[in-house]
């Protein structure tokens, strides 16, 4: 019915009741209501006679899906309604911890104060729900990232040495991704395509890796990854491709090339499925390593020529590094580059050696920038849970039948989860390899308390993961400050 009469006439999203002056997007219930209002242009900040907006209203009402969509859409969570009430206060109030840490993780403000003096975390001492805590850990956090005097970076021509960003891949873990990025941007005081000159990513890192690129910020990024995710992970796996090849095509274009955007140089992984054993690929905005050897196979077959980076197009090489098996079907050749690095960081480190390399061999050494720091971000670690059996055998009764159907199960999963370690050796290499040629390495990876799902929809679910993330980069602040000492030489 609300869509009927939207489609002959959207401007009723404007219209206001004479009582409190509120739109339309005020009164929405449900999640669906707000979305299709938004949809036909409804202004997500608009505000009632009580200056209260939309968000403030789902806050009061409990209405935790509508405060999603609005938070996703851009709401603004430090905006003062009635009393002077910001969606943090309202949320205190009515003691609705999910909508609390929603509202943090987005940005809200625990030290605002209202019209009687009171801030969130005043209101969260006087509360025994053990909130005090939560919003203190928020207050220092807020504090530190505000980092007024860590701004003052040396430019890429003022620096001798390359600095490398690494992003794992982990599907709509990105959002970890995305915290941990706005995190360090909000403490250099600078967005992270200024900080870095090289930019490598895997799966979900390999598109935000491109986003950061062609210059989205990283708050986008979030309200977008939480937005698409409905779009994408629709019915059952594997997921139609569609919704994902438009959702790319409308960030980075349709025919936007790789080499449209040349600084910071850009990686992203790939896995050439047309052939066994696959090889990775690496999709660049830069002509390759002439240096570069490739893994040489005995073959009859002849391959395809690859497709060179000035003609590679953004999406297309996006859409590559996410065909993650049984979630989306192979784009041409292609499948996901986590299968083969689904932490890109010693690949990356690989590649600039090579470049470098090239560099000299042409006569052009002066050009050569060793690296200076490598930074890694995962996309968070699992709990460790026990497994019962990976025993697999011959049955001779129906019990060793369900025995082995189970032990397959769990073989199978462990079998996926090791190729696509992200957390374990492949940190370790890393790690030495730095130390080894005295280069400064940092990983950062929380803890999470549940295992997300690469296809999780649930946002309580992402919320908590988010949340989670929050708490860690409270916990690693000391080592997040030598990082911005680092990236401030």
């Given at each position: 019915?609300a869509?009927?009469?939207?489609?002959?006439?959207?401007?009723?999203v404007?219209s206001r009741d004479?009582?409190h002056?509120?739109?339309?997007l005020?009164?929405a219930?449900?999640?669906?209501?707000?979305l299709?209002?938004?949809?036909y242009?409804?202004?997500?900040?608009?505000?009632?006679r009580t200056?209260?907006?939309?968000?403030?209203i789902a806050?009061?009402?409990?209405r935790?899906?509508?405060?999603?969509?609005?938070?996703?859409?851009?709401?603004?969570?430090?905006?003062?309604?009635?009393?002077?009430?910001?969606?943090?206060?309202?949320?205190?109030k009515?003691?609705?911890?999910?909508?609390?840490k929603?509202?943090?993780?987005?940005?809200?403000?625990?030290?605002?104060?209202?019209?009687?003096?009171?801030?969130?975390?005043?209101?969260?001492?006087r509360?025994?729900?053990?909130?005090?805590?939560?919003?203190?850990?928020?207050a220092?956090?807020?504090?530190?990232?505000?980092a007024?005097?860590?701004?003052d970076s040396?430019?890429?021509g003022?620096?001798?040495y390359d600095?490398?960003?690494?992003?794992?891949?982990?599907?709509?873990?990105?959002l970890?991704?995305?915290?941990?990025?706005?995190?360090i941007e909000?403490?250099?005081?600078?967005?992270?395509?200024?900080?870095?000159?090289?930019?490598?990513?895997?799966?979900?890192?390999?598109?935000?890796?491109?986003a950061i690129?062609?210059?989205?910020?990283?708050?986008?990024?979030?309200?977008?990854?939480?937005?698409m995710?409905?779009?994408?992970?629709r019915?059952?796996?594997p997921?139609?491709?569609?919704?994902l090849?438009e959702f790319?095509?409308?960030?980075?274009?349709?025919?936007?090339?790789?080499?449209?955007?040349?600084?910071?140089?850009?990686?992203v992984t790939?896995t050439l499925c047309?052939?066994?054993?696959?090889?990775?690929h690496?999709f660049?905005?830069?002509?390759a390593?002439?240096?570069?050897?490739?893994?040489?196979?005995?073959?009859t077959a002849t391959f395809?020529?690859?497709?060179?980076?000035?003609?590679?197009?953004?999406?297309?090489?996006?859409?590559?590094s996410g065909?993650?098996p049984?979630?989306?079907r192979?784009?041409?050749?292609?499948?996901d580059?986590?299968?083969?690095?689904n932490?890109p960081?010693?690949?990356?480190?690989?590649?600039i050696?090579?470049?470098?390399?090239?560099?000299i061999?042409?006569g052009?050494?002066?050009?050569?920038?060793?690296?200076?720091?490598?930074?890694?971000?995962?996309?968070?670690?699992?709990?460790?849970?026990?497994?019962?059996s990976v025993?697999?055998?011959?049955?001779?009764?129906p019990?060793?039948?369900?025995?082995?159907?189970?032990?397959?199960r769990?073989?199978?999963?462990m079998?996926?989860?090791?190729?696509t370690?992200?957390?374990?050796?492949?940190v370790?290499?890393?790690?030495?390899?730095?130390?080894?040629t005295?280069i400064p390495?940092?990983?950062?990876?929380p803890?999470?308390?549940?295992?997300?799902?690469?296809?999780?929809?649930?946002?309580?679910?992402?919320v908590?993961?988010l949340?989670?993330t929050?708490?860690y980069?409270?916990?690693?602040?000391?080592?997040l400050?030598r990082?911005?000492?680092?990236?401030?030489?």
């Amino acid at each position: 019915c609300a869509q009927a009469i939207l489609e002959v006439d959207a401007s009723q999203v404007h219209s206001r009741d004479p009582r409190h002056e509120a739109v339309p997007l005020h009164w929405a219930k449900k999640a669906e209501m707000t979305l299709l209002l938004l949809k036909y242009g409804s202004e997500v900040n608009l505000t009632s006679r009580t200056a209260d907006m939309a968000l403030h209203i789902a806050v009061k009402r409990g209405r935790f899906d509508c405060a999603m969509v609005l938070l996703t859409h851009g709401a603004n969570t430090n905006a003062k309604g009635q009393d002077g009430n910001t969606p943090l206060h309202l949320a205190m109030k009515h003691d609705h911890l999910d909508m609390i840490k929603a509202i943090v993780v987005f940005g809200g403000d625990v030290e605002i104060p209202n019209d009687f003096g009171e801030t969130p975390g005043l209101l969260a001492a006087r509360n025994s729900k053990g909130y005090k805590d939560l919003l203190y850990v928020s207050a220092t956090l807020g504090q530190f990232l505000k980092a007024p005097d860590m701004v003052d970076s040396p430019r890429e021509g003022e620096r001798n040495y390359d600095r490398l960003l690494c992003l794992d891949g982990g599907g709509i873990r990105g959002l970890v991704l995305i915290q941990l990025l706005l995190a360090i941007e909000k403490a250099a005081g600078r967005p992270i395509r200024e900080i870095f000159d090289w930019i490598a990513g895997t799966s979900t890192g390999g598109i935000l890796a491109l986003a950061i690129v062609h210059g989205k910020s990283m708050d986008y990024m979030r309200c977008l990854y939480f937005r698409m995710k409905d779009m994408v992970f629709r019915g059952s796996r594997p997921y139609e491709s569609e919704p994902l090849d438009e959702f790319l095509k409308k960030e980075f274009g349709e025919n936007t090339k790789m080499t449209d955007v040349q600084k910071p140089k850009v990686i992203v992984t790939g896995t050439l499925c047309d052939r066994q054993p696959a090889e990775l690929h690496l999709f660049r905005n830069y002509p390759a390593p002439e240096t570069k050897i490739s893994t040489e196979y005995k073959t009859t077959a002849t391959f395809k020529p690859l497709t060179q980076p000035e003609d590679q197009l953004v999406w297309r090489a996006a859409r590559c590094s996410g065909a993650a098996p049984t979630y989306f079907r192979p784009i041409g050749r292609f499948l996901d580059g986590g299968l083969l690095a689904n932490n890109p960081t010693l690949d990356a480190m690989a590649e600039i050696h090579e470049y470098n390399k090239t560099l000299i061999n042409k006569g052009q050494r002066q050009k050569v920038r060793k690296l200076g720091l490598v930074v890694s971000l995962g996309t968070g670690k699992p709990p460790q849970v026990p497994v019962s059996s990976v025993d697999v055998f011959r049955p001779t009764n129906p019990w060793e039948l369900a025995k082995t159907v189970f032990g397959a199960r769990e073989l199978g999963k462990m079998v996926v989860d090791c190729c696509t370690d992200a957390d374990g050796p492949a940190v370790n290499r890393a790690r030495a390899w730095c130390e080894m040629t005295d280069i400064p390495y940092f990983r950062l990876s929380p803890q999470l308390h549940t295992d997300v799902m690469l296809d999780e929809v649930n946002d309580s679910v992402l919320v908590n993961a988010l949340w989670d993330t929050q708490l860690y980069i409270y916990q690693q602040r000391e080592q997040l400050e030598r990082l911005v000492q680092y990236l401030c030489r």
